[in-house]
């Protein structure tokens, strides 16, 4: 059973829910009679253990996986029933693995994005142009517009990603562990665009494994444990000892970041690790 702890948003007023849905992949189900709503213009961030449904329901949210039972609504509608670029009209998705085509330039990636809004015979139009100047501005890429993907960094190539996804023109982006294989700055450096664009006004779900990234930069977030929802709400109130091990299986603390204020875990080790943390834990309860 879902625990809803509170947050902004609900399945009344959200553009985008799942209803008593039923997904996965064949006959192996991983998630059954699931219902959550993405609160609009929210950053919300889904976090679990491996194997707990998290991509499955981003996969699902994204019209990639049908449900088998159920539907996942977007915009009042079942997407199902809408048209492949229609939904890519209003949902963009940055993949967990996205591979460019070899010899591609930036700027000719970032274009692809503008694929939705193009028809039988429509020209590249000044709208067109813009649109890629404006994503490739806005995730600071333009400077590389001449270069090859293949040739960037690992994190300039997410940015890229990135920049293709926003200039598809969409309000909500889907996002599937957008930091995986990049290096902690790098990692900040995505973390922080996206807060960008969640405060210009993009609904923002993404599926991270970083409990402290999520508790620092999302919104609202959703955390998930055998193919369920089993808690919602702010960071505050999601990202507490007792849910994480419960979750998780790991014995933490739950301090404040010393930056942002939000909810930081810190494991619980062995030894002079968990004796620390226990005499940590005693100095605080006295203050």
Known sequence: MTTFLGGPGGPGGARLHVDSATIGYGKRLICEDLSVAI???????????N?????????????LLKPGAGQVVLDGADISSFKSKEVARRVGLLPQTSIAPDGI????????GRYPHQGFGRQWTETDEQAV??????????????????????????????????????????????TTFLDIAHQIELMEL????????????????DLN???????????????????EGTPDQVVTADLVEEVFGLPCLVVPDPVAGTPQV??????RTR????DYAREESRT
């Open 51 to 63: 194997a707990c449904g998290k991509s499955t329901l981003l996969r699902g949210l994204a019209r």
């Open 213 to 231: 990234h999520a508790a620092r930069y999302g919104t609202h977030l959703i955390a998930m444990k055998d193919g369920q929802v089993v808690a």
């Open 266 to 271: 810190v494991p619980l080790g062995r030894d």
């Open 194 to 209: 996206f807060t960008d664009l969640h405060h210009a006004g993009h609904t923002l779900v993404a599926v991270l494994h």
């Open 133 to 178: 100047l404006r994503a490739m501005n806005h995730t600071a890429v333009s400077a590389l517009s001449g270069r090859l993907v293949d040739e960037l960094s690992g994190g300039q190539r997410q940015r890229v990603w990135v920049a293709m996804a926003l200039a598809q023109h969409t309000d909500i982006l889907l996002l599937d562990e957008p």
């Open 39 to 49: 609160p609009d213009r929210s950053f919300t961030v889904i976090v679990g253990p």
């Open 275 to 278: 004796q620390r943390s226990t």
């Open 105 to 112: 330039t930036v700027a000719e990636l970032v274009a692809r």
